[in-house]
């Protein structure tokens, strides 16, 4: 008898990379937030992003959300930021 495949996102190395990734982005986030001088939910709102979302990715918040690479170029993009990713 063969065993049951384990669940989407069930798998260990799954998980981890999540970890890592929310990890990483949180602090990349939180690093560019800081970098910033002005009004910070005002640039990012003037660019049509939801200042306490992008906050609340700072923070390592994402509700269970994968974090996309497509968000993190948006938030560089408002904070006149570049984004690059490297794996060493």
Do not use: H
């Amino acid at each position: 008898m063969s065993k049951p495949k384990p669940a989407k996102g069930a798998n260990p190395f799954n998980e981890a990379a999540a970890v890592i990734a929310r990890t990483e982005s949180s602090d990349a986030v939180t690093e560019a937030l800081n970098d910033t001088g002005g009004n910070v939910a005002k640039k990012l709102a003037a660019q049509g992003l939801d200042p306490a979302e992008v906050f609340a990715l700072a923070s390592g918040k994402t509700g269970g959300q994968d974090v996309k690479v497509k968000d993190l170029a948006a938030v560089a993009l408002a904070l006149g930021k570049t984004l690059k990713i490297t794996i060493d």
